[in-house]
């Protein structure tokens, strides 16, 4: 089955209101063209700024977190009706930094995934191993059990919506990448686990990218896998001509 790629720019911690406006003006004309879809996860700061400057272009805006109560005493957080107030679209949940950060855990990311979803957001839930995890042979227990406890509740129709992101953490912000074949692998786990909740045909309709050191040099190897979607972009994303370069793979 042909899935349409999904390219999605991870801005993290970067980025003033000033700088989005300079990024996104460079971006704009960059991935135009883009033959997948595209997304932008800006800082909270940036969000309004953001949706208001992609208006009428192939780029979407979404959140790098949320919570998952609709309001309450959680300082410093930002729920669902906020971020759709904006105009956001995507939120970014369980990414390994939250885990590792501000104690994330897979039942956390269930409640975030079932918020978002229950809402109208589309969640690009992430998964990976650690170094040591890879190096212990769990790595497809471990993916497994995140991707099984991420969908704990959701219907058929609701998981079709779902953008799941393989991310293993030894490969994120080092420069290290898994090799096509490691990270299509992981990708297969995580499709035939869904395929086994649900069925084969919800599992094909699944997009999976890989995230990790994905960069307009090794783009085109990870993205030509028959297991791996597209790519959730770190540090490559806040250059316009790298993020195009990704979003314009034709494979």
Not at 7 to 36: C, F, H, Y
Not at 77 to 100: F, N, P
């Amino acid at each position: 089955m042909s899935r349409k790629k999904v390219i999605a720019g991870n801005w993290k911690m970067n980025k003033t209101p000033e700088e989005t406006r300079q990024l996104i003006s460079e971006l704009i004309g960059a991935v135009k063209d883009a033959k997948s879809d595209v997304i932008i996860c800006t800082p909270y700061t940036s969000l309004a700024l953001a949706v208001e400057l992609t208006q009428n272009t192939n780029i979407v805006v979404g959140a790098q977190n949320m919570h998952y109560e609709q309001s309450g005493a959680f300082t410093g957080e930002v729920s669902a009706d906020m971020l759709l107030g904006l105009g956001v679209k995507y939120v970014i949940v369980g990414h390994s930094e939250r885990r590792q950060y501000f104690g994330e855990t897979d039942e956390t990311v269930n409640k975030k995934v079932t918020t978002a979803l229950s809402k109208g957001l589309v969640p690009i839930v992430c998964c990976g191993e650690s170094l040591q995890q890879r190096e212990q042979g769990i790595t497809e227990e471990l993916v497994r059990s995140q991707v099984i406890i991420a969908c704990n509740g959701i219907s058929k129709e609701d998981v079709k919506k779902i953008i799941i992101a393989y991310e293993p953490i030894w490969a994120i912000g080092t420069g290290k990448t898994a090799t096509e074949q490691q990270a299509n692998d992981v990708c297969k786990v995580i499709r035939t686990v869904i395929g086994e909740l649900y069925d084969s045909e919800t599992a094909d309709l699944v997009r999976i990218q890989y995230g990790g050191s994905m960069n307009a040099k090794n783009a085109a190897q990870l993205l030509s896998m028959p297991d791996i979607d597209g790519g959730l972009i770190g540090g490559a994303s806040l250059k316009a001509g790298d993020f195009s370069v990704i979003t314009n793979f034709n494979g």
